[in-house]
Every structure is written in C-alpha cells, then in structure tokens.
C-alpha cells in the first residue's frame, strides 16, 4: 500500500474568506486563460512569485478554483515549517512540505500542484530584480513531471513588482555601518547571501 498525502477537502465554491475579500477587492486581479484550463487532468502550476508573494498565491489560488473548480496544493517552502501554526495553516489550505518525494506523492494522485521554483529567494528580491525569476537551478519540478508523464501549466504574475520601491534591499542591509556595528559588537557572525 502507498502512502497518501494528508486528507483535504476543498472549500465549497465560490471559496471566500474575509481577508481574501479585502484582498481581492483592494488589489482586483484579473485572470487571463482559466478557460483553457482541464479540471478533470492533475498538473503541475509552475510560476514566479512577485515581490512579497505572500499575496499572490491566496489571490491565485482563488481565482483558479472560483473560475475553473481546481483547487491547487501548494508546495510550501521548508521555512514555513520552522513555525508550526504557521504550517497549519497553511496546510488547512491544502499546502504539502515542497519535497521532492512530496511532489511525486501528489503527481502520483492526480492533485494539481502549484510551484515556485523561485522560493523566498524570490519574494525577497533586491533593486533591479523587477519581475526577474531568480530559480538558480531548481529543475527538479521538471524531472519529476516527466517522470510522471505530468503536464506542466506556466503562469505568470504580473502588477505587484510594480507595487513596490525597494528602498534598502538584502545587500545594503548586509553592507550597512548597523549591521557591523550589532555583529562586531554581539560577536555575532552573519552569512551573506548572495
């Protein structure tokens, strides 16, 4: 007997939640292409996070589903784990550890999956990174859907990079006099990312 992903229900549709009230009314986000989408055929949603992309994915999520009756499973990054409510909430929602041996479990039951392959890395971008996909070389989404014979659906997000002036980015804060003021003076050692 295989193992399973944790039992989850969608909502019933339209799917709507207070926040996501405010949220859709405030920033009105259109859809373009639903239509062409197969309710009845798991695949794989891959696509790019837009700066601060704790927006993005609700907003997405909820357009897919109210217009196409998909529910998409997202792949949560490792780091949502590190805060256990955090995690649970975000699994009430459907979200699955981004694991490898996840990801072939859900391809294995037909679930439509929703990646971005571009992580907190990508939420996080710094000046010039406007509308960039910062995916390194995370193409282990692409081997498994083959593996899988699983269609992948690109998308993309457009409008929230625009949003937003980044004022002082990763690199500036790494460089800044504060920082080496707080580390020199905790003895704190700090690892620079790049």
Known sequence: MSAKLSEFEPPERPWESRLLTVLDTWFAPSFHGIEHLRPRRGSLFVGNHTIYGLLDI??????????SGI????????????????????????????????????MEQGENILAFPG?????????????ELIWKE?????????????????????GADDAYSILMDATAVQD??????????????VRKNP
């Open 71 to 106: 529910w998409l499973r997202g792949l949560a990054d490792h780091l949502h784990y590190a805060v256990p409510a955090w995690a649970r909430y975000l699994e009430s929602f459907g979200a699955i550890r981004g694991t490898r041996d996840n990801c072939s479990l859900a």
């Open 138 to 158: 995370r193409l282990g989404f692409v081997s498994l859907a083959v593996k899988h014979g699983y269609p992948i659906q690109p998308f993309a997000s457009i």
């Open 176 to 189: 800044s006099r504060l920082l080496r003021f707080v580390t020199d003076t905790l003895g704190v050692k």
């Open 58 to 67: 609700p907003l997405f999520q909820a357009g897919v589903y109210n217009q």
């Open 119 to 131: 992580g907190g890395r990508e939420v996080m971008k710094r000046k010039g990174e406007k509308y």
